[in-house]
């Protein structure tokens, strides 16, 4: 049995239409065969499975008894006892920034909020919710959990992936190049008020740029 404080979702890192024609028990058997055969261990790691359609399984039940809620996985190492591990099929080529649609189908996200649902309700509370790439260098699930639970979108992790501020970036160089260029065809007091001029332009630029790169990490545009 568990004690849950937590809820760490999964992908099994397959491509959309792998086993697209089997039923969700023969899905879980080849995993589970991954994971016997593969990795040596007694029975399927996670708890749970989500199939493309929507369709939820119980994932390891050592003791054949259909509650797959009191077994301990094998998902994250040093969590399994105190975690649900949930895995979603699908999600192959993805990056841990990614959005959870770019991956997943819309009724996995049902089915996803529903697990999470029952989970909260077995374990009495509110649950954190993470990733296994919070625990691993993975990209797994593909998505950022809590964001996606949130309904906000994904963030980035790099400022070049933002468009805007790319353009920001490209447009100010180009203007402050010219300025920097006409100050020494300047007399000596004009040249002094252009780089005074030229400071104040800078500051102001650095802190728009600042301004747009936190609302950058709040995931707008
Ligand atoms: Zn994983």
């Not at 933002?162 to 920001?168: F, G, I, K, Y």
Request: with cysteine.
């Amino acid at each position: 049995m568990r004690s849950d404080s937590e809820i760490i979702v999964h992908c099994s890192d397959t491509r959309p239409g792998w086993m697209a024609e089997a039923s969700a028990e023969d899905i879980r058997a080849e995993i589970e065969r991954w994971h016997v055969e593969g990795r040596g261990w007694r029975a399927i790691g996670y708890n749970e499975l989500i199939m493309r359609d929507g369709t939820r399984i119980g994932g390891r039940d050592l003791d054949n008894d259909g509650d797959h809620f009191e077994e301990i996985g094998a998902h994250v190492r040093g969590r399994n006892s105190k975690s649900y591990g949930i895995c979603l099929i699908g999600g192959h080529g993805s990056a841990a920034t990614d959005a959870f649609e770019d991956h997943f189908t819309p009724d996995q996200g049902r089915a996803l909020r529903e697990a999470i649902a029952d989970a909260e309700a077995k374990a009495g509370g509110k649950l954190k919710l993470s990733g296994h790439n919070e625990y691993a260098n993975k990209a797994c699930p593909g998505f950022n959990v809590r964001r996606w639970f949130k309904r906000k979108p994904p963030a980035r992790t790099t400022p070049m992936q933002s468009t805007t501020l790319q353009a920001v970036a490209a447009g100010q160089t180009g203007n402050l190049v010219a300025a920097v260029q006409v100050i020494p065809q300047l007399s000596g007091a004009a040249q002094i008020v252009a780089i005074v001029a030229f400071g104040v332009v800078a500051l102001a630029l650095l802190w728009v740029g600042r301004e747009r790169l936190k609302k950058w990490a709040r995931g707008d545009k």
